[in-house]
Every structure is written in structure tokens, then in C-alpha cells.
């Protein structure tokens, strides 16, 4: 017999065959299976068939629950960024600084952080006070997770039927949250944020500690940080000491420490010290019978100077050490002293200017904030404006507002075209109709000027030329101008990264206060960077200095060539005396300069320089609403001139850089321009009491003569089409 011998290959086909004959059989088994259990799921489900009223229930009910999964992951995407903030094991450590700035003159300015011997437990604090502050602030502190919802929807519900804002729905640790990890701008991203970060709070500590932390950062007027500072501050006594009539006035500062300052307005005080009280029986922490005595008889604060205290300049200050803290700069120290180079006086002289602008012109014009910051040619923050009233509003829109600049951007253009060799000050230029793609800027009126000096285009703030000047930067490609352009911003100082668009050129992107000053600061510098800074000096509480920025050879770095410094320098100079920023002209002072006004008149920029100082000027509403006719040489250009006329009073004239200036004696007249006068007596410069008629008259001509003044200097809505992206 004859046996045929199997080849591997030919068991492998076998076994292939088998395998494949098992999986056939498998998978026929489990599609039987599973429609016998999918036939008997549909006839259990046919005798348990919903009415048509329940199936409209389930299908609402799974919509609801989708949406509400994409939002929850929404929500945690947008709040993932607040905790980089909280990833560091000693979180709280790091929060916990305890700083005591000192101004130019070596005197007190202010404090900031947690004072740690000032720092109360608060199983030690009054009774009276801890009700007053939970009874105010969140009476549910001891019962919620970090996020009150019914107090939430009461507060919603009672400012629904008020019409406004009568009552917050916060907690005491959102609004820790917030006070440690956040900033104040009200955006939905923020709030977001302060919501993940307050269950974070929750989870990490007791209910106390979050209570105790509350007490010693929160903002209580006046430069005063914490209930033992207010209480020193207010009643000079130590916090355990505090009455239960001084424990409600305290407790009435958290929701508006300035209007409620009892050393600043005692009847306004003592009246929300009464709702205090009324809340505390309300929540039944007290008997009416228990706070009779301290309504029949309400508290007193001790006198006190209550002179400014540039809470706004601090906080900027802080900023800057708690990033150096972070950075290690200071190993474990963390009670520190700083020395600024904040001028006392020249700070309290920029925020009352801006104040009595803004109270006599703000209404005429409908504008309603300011900001503005002041700076060495060293980088060293002189004076900052953050806003009118920083009990009402911590938001510092000298270094949080992103706004758009106008045609204070301009310089920007300028700057960048004179680095690259493209044009100088003499060079003739062309206004003529010019486009890039299908967006063609012109000049108010859709006129055009035709030739003249670069000089000349540049003190007039025509349209075409920065535009005509993008697209030679980028030898020919308008859009590598521009990227060129922000990359030389970020050069000379910003901070912020510029949106590319094609109306770049004209200032239609966004910057702030503090960005804007750092790259005028450059060129006043002669092209030579010097970042702004706060902290001359750090000392331990040894006395002994533990940190010092580096020397300005070490610190400043050449970033733009002299000669293009120069050049850029001569041409701002003709602003203040022959376009559009005649209002910021000082006598006897040599400054250059540059105006902006946006769409809608809704921003209005004056920057500018001597050979000592270098300030920028904002000035818009916090809502974004149009102004009247606000230009820049405007109000700005006035703000401008009366704070920088303060600053020289008694500083040694310089020379603009790179410029043959004739430096006379001072000029009698710069006393007058800085209104030091008008500003001693306490309610700013005098102005006749009109009639709408007079008023309306007199607004006619001012309008007539910024016409002439300032006639090119106009926002991007009348000067140019609709600013597109490429």
C-alpha cells in the first residue's frame, strides 16, 4: 500500500480550513442567540410601550443629558488652565508673601499679602464679627460645597425683579478663589474657573481655614488688606477687640470698601453698618434685642490721613513678586521689603488729573475711565492709573484692558520700516488710494494729501503710508509686513501677542497701557529695551538686599538700531507742535509724542516721551460703548500734558534722544499746564457754570477746533473700510 506523505504546508491549509469552518459555526451561533434575545428585549418591550406624552419625556430627558456631557466638557476644558495655578505642592506657601513696598523716598507706600503676625485664627476672632462677615457674605458657608446654588438663584431672583445688580450670588470661596488665584475681569472663562477652583478649595481645606484666608486678603478700603489691618486701621485697635457696632462696619466693606469707607464717607458707613446688623437678625445669628445697642449707637473710626495710596501700582508691584518668588529669586524668604521707584507725588498727581478730567470732560464726551502709566527711561514704574476708583473696581485696565490703538500704532509701522531701511524722515511718500486685497484704507474725508516728507505723513497721521510701508517691510508681501511688525513689537517690549489683520497698520489689533508704554519707553532710549519693573530693591527682614535687577548695561539690550531711534525720535517730535497732539505740548519741555482714536470713538491713546520720562494715556468706557468725539489729542493729549508738566517741575531738563535740543529755563508756564494749583484744592480745575445753550455752543467751537487740529487723526470706522483678515 501506497501512503501519500502530507506536507507541512498541506497541515497548515488544513488546520486554516478547520479553524475557519469553527469560526463560521461560532459566529452563526451568536447571531441566532443574539436575535432571540433581541426578539424577546422588543416583545417585553412592545407590553411596556411608553404613551406618547413618556416618549416625548425620554427623548427630552437623553437631549438633556447630552448637552449636558458636551458641557460639562466644555466647562472642565476651560477651566484645565486654572489649575496650573494650584500644581505646586506648596500652593499656599506661595500665596502667603508678606510685603511691605516703600516709594521712591524710602517712605511706606503699602502692603500687600498676608502680614503672617497679623494673620488671626479664626476660632479667635469675635463672634460678632464672624457673623457679621457670614451673615453678609454667605450664610450658608458652613452648609455648601464651594458654590451656593439656592443662594445663587435667590440672588438671580432678586436681581431680576430690581433690574440690576442688588445682590451677588459668590461665596466666601469663590470669592478666595479669586482673591488667590484669579484676576477680576468679568468674563465667563473667569467664572468658570473661580467655580472648579472653589471645589478645589472645598476639598483641600477645612471650612475654617477657607473662612481664615478670606478674612486676612480680602480688599477693605483704603489701601487695607484683611480684618486685623482694617481693624488697626479703622478703629486703631486690635481685631478681638473690635465692638459688635465696629465688627458690622467692617463686615459692610466687603462688597464696596470705597463707597462704604467710613473715612471717606461715615454716613454711608454707618448706614450699611445698619443692613449688617439687619442681616444678622435676618439670618437669626442675633435678637433685634442684641444689636439695638450698636444700631442706637454706631461706631466711629479713629482720624486718619487718607491719602492715596497707588493700590493699582501695587498690585502690579505684587505681581511682579510673586513671579520672582516663583522663580526662586528669594529662596524661603517670604516677608520682604521693596523699594520702587514709584514717585509718591507724582502718582497722587496722575490719579487726581485723571479724576478731574474725567468728572469735568467725561460727561461732555461720554467717557467714564482712564489708565495711564509713567515711566523712567530705566524701565522703573514712576506712576500708574489703573482706573478711577480701585475699591470699586481692582480690574487694572493699565495692564489687563486689551484695547485697540488707533493710530498710535502707527509708530509701530514707523519704527519697524525705519529698522528696515525702507524709509527715513525725508523720504517723500504718496497718499494715494491703496489696497490690499479688497480692503482699501483712506483718509477722513476719502481725500488724499498726495506727496510729502515721511515726516510730514507721520505728524498727520495719514492712513495710506503705514499701510504702503507694511508691504515694503515684506518686500512686497503685505502679510510678511505685518508679521514682521509683530515680531518687532514683541522686540521693543509687548507682552502681548498682536492679532495679524490686514488693518494692522492703522491699530485695529489690541494692546494694553503697559505694552504700549514699554515700546515707546524703546525708542526713547534710543532703540535700547528696558523692560518695565517695579522692584528696585528686596530686602530680607534682616535688612539685608536679597535681590536687585541687573545693572542697565546688563538689563538693556540694543534692539533697534540708533540711528533708526534717532530718525523715529525726530519725527514724533513734530506731533506735539505741528499735528495732531497739539494739546500735549509743554512749554519749554521737548517731548515727542502720538495720538490714537479707534472706531467709534470708543478709544482714545496719547503716548509720549521727554529725555526723563515716557507715559501713555488711555481713555474709553469698560463696556466698550462709543464715545462723543473723543480723539486723542483730546483728552489723552491733555492728561498727557498736565502729568508730564507735574513730572519736570523739579527734574533736570534733558534732550530728546539723538536731538539738538535748546534746552532754555524752565518755563513759568509748566506750573500752569501741570494744574497743581487747581488739583491742592481737592475738586480739580474751576470751570464756568453754562447753560445747555452756552454748553452746546461751547462744544461746537472745541469740535470746530479739533477739526483743524486734529482732522487726520479720526477712528478706523471713518478713515478706512472694515477692517478684513488675511
Given at each position: 500500500m501506497e501512503f501519500h506523505r502530507v506536507t507541512w504546508s498541506e497541515r497548515f491549509r488544513r488546520r486554516l480550513r478547520d479553524l475557519d469552518a469553527a469560526l463560521e459555526h461560532g459566529l452563526f451561533q451568536l447571531g441566532r442567540r443574539m436575535g432571540e434575545v433581541l426578539w424577546r428585549v422588543r416583545h417585553a418591550s412592545d407590553r411596556l410601550e411608553p404613551s406618547p406624552f413618556g416618549r416625548v419625556m425620554v427623548t427630552l430627558a437623553c437631549e438633556a443629558l447630552t448637552y449636558a456631557t458636551i458641557g460639562a466638557v466644555l466647562l472642565t476644558a476651560l477651566a484645565k488652565p486654572a489649575f496650573r495655578a494650584v500644581n505646586e505642592e506648596n500652593w499656599l506657601k506661595q500665596t502667603e508673601l508678606a510685603v511691605t513696598f516703600l516709594d521712591s523716598g524710602g517712605q511706606v507706600l503699602g502692603k500687600r499679602g498676608i502680614l503672617h503676625l497679623e494673620s488671626v485664627a479664626v476660632e479667635q476672632l469675635p463672634e460678632h464679627l464672624v457673623k457679621a462677615a457670614l451673615g453678609t457674605e454667605d450664610r450658608r458657608f458652613y452648609e455648601h460645597f464651594g458654590i451656593d446654588i439656592g443662594g445663587l438663584f435667590r440672588?438671580?431672583?432678586?436681581?431680576?425683579?430690581?433690574?440690576?445688580?442688588?445682590?451677588?450670588?459668590?461665596?466666601?470661596?469663590?470669592?478666595?478663589?479669586?482673591?488667590?488665584?484669579?484676576?477680576?475681569?468679568?468674563?465667563?472663562?473667569?467664572?468658570?474657573?473661580?467655580?472648579?477652583?472653589?471645589?478645589?478649595?472645598?476639598?483641600?481645606?477645612p471650612k475654617n481655614e477657607i473662612l481664615r484666608l478670606y478674612l486676612d486678603r480680602a480688599y477693605l478700603g483704603n489701601g487695607v488688606f484683611g480684618v486685623q489691618s482694617?481693624?488697626?486701621?479703622?478703629?486703631?485697635?486690635?481685631?478681638?477687640?473690635?465692638?459688635?457696632?465696629?465688627?458690622a462696619m467692617i463686615a459692610g466693606l466687603f462688597k464696596a470698601p470705597s463707597r462704604f469707607s467710613p473715612t471717606v464717607n461715615l454716613p454711608a458707613a454707618r448706614a450699611r453698618a445698619a443692613d449688617v446688623l439687619s442681616n444678622m437678625v435676618e439670618a437669626k445669628f442675633l435678637t433685634p434685642g442684641q444689636v439695638a445697642a450698636a444700631l442706637r449707637n454706631p461706631?466711629?473710626?479713629?482720624?486718619?490721613?487718607?491719602?492715596?495710596?497707588?493700590?493699582?501700582?501695587?498690585?502690579?508691584?505684587?505681581?511682579?513678586?510673586?513671579?520672582?518668588?516663583?522663580?526662586?529669586?528669594?529662596?524661603?524668604?517670604?516677608?520682604?521689603?521693596?523699594?520702587?521707584?514709584?514717585?509718591?507725588?507724582?502718582?497722587?498727581?496722575?490719579?487726581?488729573?485723571?479724576?478731574?478730567?474725567?468728572?469735568?470732560?467725561?460727561?461732555?464726551?461720554?467717557?467714564?475711565?482712564?489708565?495711564?502709566?509713567?515711566?523712567?527711561?530705566?524701565?522703573?514704574?514712576?506712576?500708574?492709573v489703573g482706573g478711577r476708583d480701585y475699591g470699586q473696581s481692582q480690574f487694572n485696565r493699565a495692564t489687563q484692558a486689551m484695547r485697540q490703538t488707533g493710530s498710535s500704532f502707527k509708530t509701530f509701522v514707523y519704527a519697524a520700516a525705519l529698522t528696515e531701511g525702507v524709509v527715513k524722515p525725508d523720504s517723500i511718500v504718496t497718499d494715494r488710494p491703496t489696497c490690499v486685497g479688497n480692503w482699501c484704507p483712506a483718509n477722513y474725508g476719502r481725500s488724499y494729501a498726495g506727496s510729502m516728507s515721511a515726516?510730514?505723513?507721520?505728524?498727520?497721521?495719514?492712513?495710506?503710508?503705514?499701510?504702503?510701508?507694511?508691504?515694503?517691510?515684506?518686500?512686497?508681501?503685505?502679510?510678511?509686513?505685518?508679521?514682521?511688525?509683530?515680531?518687532?513689537?514683541?522686540?521693543?517690549?509687548?507682552?502681548?501677542?498682536?492679532?495679524?489683520?490686514?488693518?494692522?497698520?492703522?491699530?485695529?489689533?489690541?494692546?494694553?497701557?503697559?505694552?504700549?508704554?514699554?515700546?515707546?519707553?524703546?525708542f526713547a532710549n534710543g532703540g535700547k529695551l528696558a523692560k518695565p519693573y517695579a522692584a528696585r530693591e528686596i530686602l530680607n527682614p534682616q535688612g539685608q538686599v536679597i535681590y536687585r535687577p541687573d545693572a542697565p548695561e546688563t538689563r538693556h539690550h540694543q534692539v533697534m538700531p540708533p540711528q533708526a531711534a534717532k530718525d523715529l525720535v525726530y519725527m514724533m517730535s513734530k506731533v506735539p507742535t505741528e499735528?495732531?497732539?497739539?494739546r500735549a505740548f509743554l512749554p519749554g519741555v521737548p517731548t515727542g509724542g502720538k495720538t490714537g482714536t479707534t472706531d467709534e470713538y470708543r478709544n482714545a491713546w496719547y503716548g509720549g516721551f521727554s529725555g526723563t520720562f515716557t507715559a501713555v494715556v488711555w481713555f474709553g468706557n469698560d463696556d466698550f460703548s462709543p464715545t462723543r468725539n473723543m480723539t486723542g489729542g483730546s483728552l489723552p493729549a491733555m492728561a498727557f500734558a498736565r502729568v508730564m508738566a507735574f513730572a519736570h517741575l523739579d527734574t533736570d531738563l534733558k534732550p530728546l534722544f539723538g536731538q539738538d535740543n535748546d534746552l532754555p529755563q524752565r518755563d513759568p508756564k509748566l506750573v500752569e499746564v501741570a494744574g497743581t494749583a487747581d488739583l491742592a484744592k481737592g475738586d480739580g480745575p474751576r470751570h464756568l457754570r453754562l447753560t445747555p445753550a452756552g454748553r452746546a455752543l461751547l462744544k461746537e467751537i472745541e469740535s470746530v477746533a479739533d477739526e483743524f487740529v486734529e482732522k487726520q487723526d479720526r477712528p478706523l470706522s471713518q478713515a478706512s473700510a472694515t477692517p478684513g483678515r488675511s
Open positions: 440672588a438671580m431672583m432678586s436681581n431680576a425683579r430690581a433690574g440690576g445688580v442688588v445682590q451677588g450670588g459668590s461665596t466666601i470661596t469663590q470669592q478666595l478663589a479669586k482673591n488667590l488665584f484669579l484676576n477680576n475681569e468679568r468674563t465667563l472663562d473667569r467664572k468658570i474657573k473661580e467655580a472648579f477652583l472653589s471645589f478645589w478649595l472645598e476639598a483641600r481645606l482694617a481693624a488697626e486701621h479703622y478703629f486703631g485697635k486690635n481685631v478681638r477687640d473690635l465692638t459688635l457696632a465696629e465688627a461706631a466711629t473710626p479713629i482720624e486718619r490721613n487718607t491719602d492715596t495710596v497707588a493700590d493699582y501700582a501695587l498690585d502690579y508691584a505684587f505681581d511682579e513678586i510673586k513671579q520672582l518668588a516663583s522663580a526662586g529669586k528669594f529662596g524661603n524668604e517670604r516677608v520682604l521689603t521693596v523699594r520702587t521707584p514709584i514717585d509718591r507725588n507724582l502718582q497722587r498727581h496722575a490719579e487726581r488729573s485723571l479724576e478731574a478730567i474725567l468728572r469735568d470732560q467725561g460727561p461732555n464726551y461720554g467717557v467714564s475711565q482712564a489708565a495711564m502709566v509713567v515711566l523712567d527711561h530705566d524701565g522703573g514704574l514712576r506712576a500708574m515726516t510730514v505723513a507721520f505728524a498727520k497721521s495719514i492712513n495710506t503710508i503705514p499701510v504702503q510701508l507694511t508691504t515694503a517691510i515684506g518686500k512686497g508681501n503685505n502679510k510678511l509686513g505685518r508679521e514682521k511688525i509683530i515680531a518687532f513689537t514683541k522686540a521693543v517690549g509687548f507682552q502681548n501677542d498682536l492679532r495679524d489683520m490686514t488693518s494692522l497698520p492703522i491699530g485695529s489689533s489690541e494692546a494694553t497701557v503697559i505694552d504700549m508704554v514699554a515700546g515707546f519707553n524703546t499735528g495732531t497732539g497739539r
